[in-house]
């Protein structure tokens, strides 16, 4: 959709963000519909980096309906949009480490 573009860029690596809804955090997209059935389905809302891989926090919420989809997207989007930075030591860490694994193994 076209409102990522006003995500706010990774905090970790400045890399460009993108909005998901998913069964859960860990999974594929579910796709908007206008109809889930009587059950719905479970849906979690948050963004990823595409650079890295960072992810911000997921909003989870039933859904029965399109308008349930774009509230948690929009939700998720939320929560990235007020994240901060404060655990950028620990991202920065293992980035060292992991160059340090790699000139090991060769």
Not at 43 to 48: I, K
Not at 92 to 103: D, P, Q, R, T, Y
Request: charged share 25%; with cysteine.
């Amino acid at each position: 959709m076209a409102d990522d573009q006003y995500l706010s860029p990774c905090p970790f690596c400045q890399g460009p963000p993108k909005a998901w809804v998913c069964e859960s955090p860990f999974s594929g997209p579910i796709p908007r519909k206008d109809d889930y059935g009587d059950e719905g389905a479970m849906a979690y809302g948050f963004v990823s980096c595409h650079e890295c891989g960072s992810q911000g926090p997921a909003y989870g919420e039933w859904i029965h309906d399109s308008q349930d989809w774009d509230a948690v997207r929009k939700e998720g989007m939320r929560l990235w949009q007020e994240r901060n930075s404060r655990h950028i030591s620990l991202f920065v860490a293992n980035i060292e480490l992991n160059k340090e694994e790699c000139a090991d193994a060769t």
